[in-house]
């Protein structure tokens, strides 16, 4: 496959005050891939991803979105992605359906609720509160958002945080899903294992620095390449195997 | 690519908001259920205007003309079936205000009436006392034998025909200044702060909505929200305690546009404090810090001329007030919204005024 770059990031520097959030980092995106920032908290990530999502200023730096300039073109890249923030609430009191309906306005695009319900499994929570989903639901009723414009790019902020494995589960499958169907991926984890399953590649960013990108199994590799051993030997299953294994792989509604 | 709407986005925030308010309990107890409270309570006490209570002495004669006259004053309310004592013990505390024993005559002085008045009720004695007096000096007229010299005095009595001024004309006109006063300080200030509290706003940043979109999308809900909520009060005022709309459906229209400016400038403070306010514990000391003195104030339950002399320069200022004064005029003189320039203009100043500190003090983030 051809590694077309669709978000390309050339020293970009944030600055609050004094603090240095981000530090002249840059990387690409390329087309069709599970793109994975990881990092500590206050590493940067969130600043970087909303940076890219035309939702923060820079202090400098360069930065295209599928071949529009952030600074230029905000709201041709606007059209083009899918943002899930970390932690964001949607409008007080409507249900399911009448929130697919406010974003489909927003974006200007017309697509019935139960369409996009359909693509997350939430059909039988149309005319439900979004308080009133658990977690995994909640996480994607959030993306099914994101994909209302057909996007090109989607940004997901930490979306299996607080989850348990079923769910988290169901969800890497519906993000492999939104991959294959064309759309690229950029993705923040706390959760190596996570990262290790989803994303093509990753990039390890630590005190507002990249530090390195490559692939999960390059990056594993080089590390056992210099000698590197795990204190305690690799069994062939690990404790959330074990959970899953005695629980059933079938997601939970509670 | 499909142009993009940002007119289809301002009505998509606007539909989404309307049904969010109508869903909120604050916002239709706020617009409609206080306001309607207030109405009802005050229009119930206004029908009853001032009655003075007379207990009828047991041995009183009660078949002759001065009391069948005395009975037919609208404002006495003759007791008779209560015993002597109880008459006596109501009277000493005030719950009846007097009692009265006629006794007739067949000759001059047709009539003896011995009132007992009570300190305990002097005011409406007072009352009593100067209906017996024009009583007598009518009877007293009317009985003259015709040789008798004219009478010192002559006393000629008319009544102006005017419109009834209810309670109802006075309270309702505040209660919707009210109304307008809360749902657009404490809605606009709630729905805001809770929308960049809960980054609801920053994910509407992520789509191409424009920033006004989502203002003006608030304003037409809320706005809408408040009108009808403006039309429910006028028309249950009008139908259920007899409010005065004078020249009919244009009155009412007038004290539409009346409500729409009103609350597009307490929106005003709603931008403002949802600036000000840090979280949503403080909103409400915020809001109530502007609400409560203008409902105290700015003669929502009583005329400011009630209130001590260095306190009504104060009240006369308040944007409230000049919305009141403004609704009272149109409603119940009808006034033309012309003949209401003045308070207009005041309140088109506070619009001014309140929109600049808006911009300042408003945060997205």
């Known amino acids: 496959m051809a590694k077309q770059p669709i978000i390309t990031v050339k020293n970009l520097v944030k600055n609050y005050g004094d603090f240095k959030a981000v530090q002249d980092i840059s990387f690409e995106v390329y087309e069709g891939e599970i793109f994975g920032l990881l990092g500590p908290n206050g590493a940067g990530k969130t600043t970087t991803l909303e940076i890219i999502e035309t939702l923060r200023d820079k202090t400098s730096g360069h930065i295209t979105v599928d071949g529009f300039d952030i600074e230029k073109d905000a709201d041709s890249i606007k059209k083009r992605i899918g943002v899930q923030l970390q932690a964001a609430g949607y409008y007080p009191n409507l249900n399911l359906s009448e929130l697919i309906a406010l974003f489909s306005g927003l974006y200007g695009i017309d697509k019935t609720p139960m369409e996009m319900l359909e693509k997350v499994a939430l059909t039988d929570k149309a005319k439900a509160k979004y308080k009133e989903l658990s977690g995994g639901q909640k996480q994607r009723f959030s993306i099914a958002t994101t994909l209302i414009n057909d996007p090109r790019i989607i940004f997901l902020d930490e979306p299996t945080t607080g989850l348990d494995p079923q769910a988290r589960r169901n969800l890497w499958d519906l993000i492999r899903e939104i991959r294959d169907n064309g759309t690229t991926v950029v993705i923040t984890t706390h959760y190596m294992d996570e990262a290790e399953i989803l994303c093509d590649r990753v990039a390890f960013i630590d005190g507002g620095k990249i530090i390195d990108i490559d692939t999960p199994d390059n990056f594993i590799d080089k590390l056992v390449a210099t000698g590197f051993e795990r204190q305690k030997q690799v069994k062939l299953a690990n404790l959330e195997d074990v959970f899953i294994n005695l629980t059933g792989k079938e997601w939970r509604e509670g | ?365």
């Open chain 2, 1 to 365: 690519m499909k142009k993009y709407s940002n007119f289809k986005a301002t009505l998509a925030i606007a539909k989404a908001s309307f049904r969010s308010i109508t869903r909120s309990p604050s916002s239709v107890v706020f617009t409609l259920l206080f306001p309607l409270i207030f109405i009802l309570v005050f229009g119930f006490i206004g029908g009853s205007t001032v009655s003075v209570d007379i207990g009828v002495a047991k041995n009183s004669d009660i078949h002759n003309q001065l009391f069948d006259s005395l009975k037919k004053i609208s404002i006495i309310n003759f007791i008779q079936d209560q015993s002597t004592a109880d008459m006596n013990a109501n009277l000493s505390k005030g719950h009846i205000d007097a009692i009265m024993d006629i006794e007739k005559h067949d000759t001059a002085p047709y009539y003896t009436v011995n009132v007992q008045y009570t300190k305990a009720s002097q005011e409406k004695g007072n009352i009593l006392q100067s209906l017996l007096r024009t009583m007598f000096y009518k009877m007293d007229i009317a009985t003259r034998p015709s040789n008798a010299p004219p009478p010192v005095a002559e006393l000629k009595e008319t009544t102006v025909s005017g419109r009834e001024y209810k309670t109802i004309d006075f309270i309702l006109p505040g209660q919707l200044g009210f109304s307008l006063l809360s749902t657009g300080v404490f809605g606009t200030a709630f729905v805001f702060l809770s929308l960049r509290m809960t980054l609801v706003i920053k994910r509407f940043f992520a789509t191409p909505v424009k920033k006004y979109s989502i203002v003006v999308g608030e304003a037409m809900a809320r706005i809408t929200f408040a009108l009808i909520g403006a039309a429910f009060i006028l028309l249950i005022g009008r139908f259920a305690f007899g409010f005065t709309l004078i020249h009919g459906f244009v009155t009412f229209i007038n004290m539409m546009i009346l409500s729409f400016i009103g609350v597009v400038i307490f929106m005003g403070f709603g931008f403002t404090v949802s600036g000000i306010a840090k979280n949503e514990s403080s909103v409400p000391p915020i809001a109530n810090l502007i609400t409560l003195p203008q409902f105290l104030l700015s003669g929502t339950f009583f005329t400011i001329s009630a209130f001590p002399t260095w306190l009504q320069p104060i009240c006369k200022v308040l944007p409230l007030t000049f919305l009141n004064d403004a609704m009272r005029r149109v409603a119940f003189e009808g006034a033309s919204l012309w003949d209401v320039n003045h308070q207009l203009f005041y309140l088109l100043l506070w619009g001014i005024g309140i929109y600049a500190v808006a911009v300042k003090m408003f945060k997205w983030e």
